[in-house]
């Protein structure tokens, strides 16, 4: 062994304890995955799981780390499509909006945006936004997302694409959007 081999080979070991040490870390801190559900929606990737713990179990060759989907929300009396909780929050709203469009419900798509919005949910927009959501998994920016107030209802902007933001407003307990976040402006 040449001088300064030994060095070498406890600076790799430290190293690689260290990289351990830290995807430990993560791996204990993460919720393990849970199995899919029928029914559940969709998956919108949370602030938490962007970033570093995702790089890293890429790195790791491991899946990503995600949080389990929440459960699907129960059937309402009416036999209608939106149970208690598939509009509860702007995450649980964007995730009914993907299952829906998904699910190829497009009425019940139309009724989780404000009603000065659903005339311009038309057949032609609902078939871009699947064909967008074919393509591209949607990832709003919930850190960045902006509270305020507008005629009296709450409202969280956030941007879903990176570019132009959706208002997520509370109408009776229910964040509808009023904008077609999925169809794509600007491009071809």
Not at 51 to 62: T, W
Not at 98 to 122: C, H, I, N, Q
Not at 140 to 155: F, H, I, L, N, Q
């Amino acid at each position: 062994m040449a001088q300064g081999d030994g060095t070498k080979i406890a600076g790799w070991l430290a190293g690689v304890a260290a990289l351990l040490a830290v995807l430990g870390f993560f791996l204990l801190r993460s919720p393990s995955p849970a199995p899919p559900s029928a029914g559940a929606p969709a998956p919108v990737t949370p602030p938490a799981a962007a970033g570093a713990p995702r790089a890293l179990s890429k790195l790791a060759g491991l899946p990503p780390l995600r949080p389990p989907a929440p459960p699907p929300p129960p059937p309402r009396p009416d036999g209608g499509t939106f149970g208690p909780f598939s509009l509860i929050n702007p995450a649980a709203t964007v995730s009914t909006q993907v299952r829906l469009l998904e699910d190829g419900d497009d009425e019940a798509f139309r009724e989780t945006f404000v009603p000065s919005m659903r005339d311009k949910v038309t057949p032609d927009a609902i078939a871009a936004c699947r064909k967008r959501l074919a393509q591209v998994r949607v990832q709003p920016d919930w850190e960045m997302a902006e509270d305020s107030t507008a005629g009296g209802e709450r409202v969280e902007r956030v941007s879903m694409w990176g570019k132009s933001m959706t208002g997520f407003h509370d109408v009776n307990g229910r964040w509808l959007a009023d904008a077609l976040w999925c169809v794509p402006t600007g491009l071809p």
